[in-house]
């Protein structure tokens, strides 16, 4: 199997990261995929839909939720990344954890990426378990945790405050043999409203930080309250969203809705290499 680091930075057009959660109170799709068959129809219909990797968590990272134990977190998530990995051991598999012990376990079932909200703040156990196994690694920024995350946060200049935040970490990172980085600003996570779009606008200026860039805007919270919209009413919103963050750099985008960002990728693959339209 090829190494998924090698296959991103190869790809000149964005990659798609569908979404899977195996618990009962994600903001989206809670309980919708939470036992085991589910959860692993779901993550093969994303792919025949087109997703290049599936992102797979057992706990809930909405504002507000509940920490939930390792062990209930290994029962949620590892069955099911061991029945695809049986199913077909070619998928990109990445698992959605800020533990260590999950991300081990994860590993040894054969996932190809960690993506950890909490940049190891959590557990920065899970830093030795990333270095030993040399896979890439999610570094996302957040101020504070699920739990009180939205409760005001504030940015003087949340652009060069993110900015400064993934530039340490990844000299930090560095510094502990961890080189296979992809960045996430963190899109709704401690960020007020005007702090997302700003983040958005000025996207491409991560992009001096050398390292590829991971996206989750789907459905979040911030679009559905710029326009007085329900979560089911936030399709039109997420998908402009990502087209303007792909326009701005972003090689990732880690969403519900893999049919969109797969037409999305597609155009996309049609801007970057024109003369395939004359074979369609």
Same mark, same amino acid.
């Given at each position: 199997?090829?190494?998924?680091y090698?296959?991103?930075l190869?790809?000149?057009?964005?990659?798609?990261?569908?979404?899977v959660?195996?618990?009962?109170?994600?903001?989206?799709?809670?309980g919708?995929?939470?036992?085991?068959?589910?959860?692993?129809?779901?993550?093969?219909?994303?792919?025949?839909?087109?997703?290049?990797?599936?992102?797979?968590?057992?706990?809930?990272?909405?504002?507000?939720?509940?920490?939930?134990?390792t062990?209930?977190?290994?029962i949620?998530a590892? *069955?099911? #990344?061991?029945?695809?990995?049986? /199913?077909d051991? $070619?998928?990109? &598999?990445?698992?959605?954890?800020? @533990?260590?012990?999950?991300?081990k376990?994860?590993?040894n079932?054969g996932?190809?990426?960690?993506?950890?909200?909490?940049?190891?703040?959590?557990?920065?156990?899970?830093?030795?378990?990333?270095?030993?196994?040399?896979?890439?690694?999610?570094?996302?920024?957040?101020?504070?945790?699920?739990?009180?995350?939205?409760?005001?946060?504030?940015?003087?200049?949340?652009?060069?405050?993110?900015?400064?935040?993934?530039?340490?970490?990844?000299?930090?990172l560095?510094?502990?043999?961890?080189?296979?980085?992809?960045?996430? *600003?963190? #899109?709704?996570?401690?960020?007020? /409203?005007?702090? $997302?779009?700003? &983040?958005?606008?000025n996207?491409? @200026?991560?992009?001096?930080?050398?390292?590829?860039?991971?996206?989750?805007?789907?459905?979040?919270?911030?679009l559905?309250?710029?326009?007085?919209?329900?979560?089911?009413?936030r399709?039109?919103?997420?998908?402009?969203?990502?087209?303007?963050?792909?326009?701005?750099?972003?090689?990732?985008?880690?969403?519900?809705?893999?049919?969109?960002?797969?037409?999305?990728?597609?155009?996309?693959?049609?801007?970057?290499n024109?003369?395939?339209?004359t074979?369609?």
């Amino acid at each position: 199997m090829i190494d998924f680091y090698d296959y991103l930075l190869s790809s000149k057009i964005p990659l798609v990261m569908g979404i899977v959660n195996v618990t009962p109170d994600s903001f989206s799709d809670g309980g919708k995929y939470f036992d085991k068959n589910s959860a692993v129809n779901h993550a093969l219909n994303l792919i025949e839909l087109g997703a290049d990797i599936i992102d797979i968590g057992g706990e809930s990272t909405r504002p507000g939720a509940k920490i939930i134990s390792t062990n209930e977190e290994l029962i949620r998530a590892i *069955p099911v #990344i061991e029945e695809i990995r049986k /199913i077909d051991k $070619n998928i990109f &598999i990445s698992i959605d954890t800020t @533990k260590s012990e999950v991300a081990k376990e994860a590993i040894n079932c054969g996932v190809n990426l960690v993506n950890d909200i909490s940049a190891g703040s959590f557990d920065p156990r899970i830093f030795e378990v990333v270095k030993e196994s040399e896979i890439p690694y999610v570094l996302m920024h957040m101020k504070g945790k699920p739990q009180n995350m939205q409760n005001e946060p504030f940015y003087n200049n949340v652009v060069g405050e993110v900015y400064d935040f993934l530039k340490e970490k990844i000299i930090e990172l560095n510094s502990k043999g961890i080189k296979k980085i992809i960045i996430d *600003p963190g #899109i709704g996570f401690g960020k007020r /409203i005007e702090d $997302n779009f700003d &983040i958005l606008k000025n996207l491409n @200026k991560f992009l001096n930080l050398n390292k590829p860039i991971l996206v989750g805007i789907s459905k979040k919270s911030f679009l559905g309250k710029s326009l007085n919209v329900d979560i089911d009413s936030r399709e039109n919103s997420t998908i402009i969203s990502e087209t303007f963050s792909v326009i701005k750099g972003a090689k990732i985008i880690r969403t519900h809705n893999v049919k969109n960002a797969v037409e999305l990728k597609t155009i996309f693959n049609y801007l970057e290499n024109p003369k395939q339209l004359t074979n369609v």
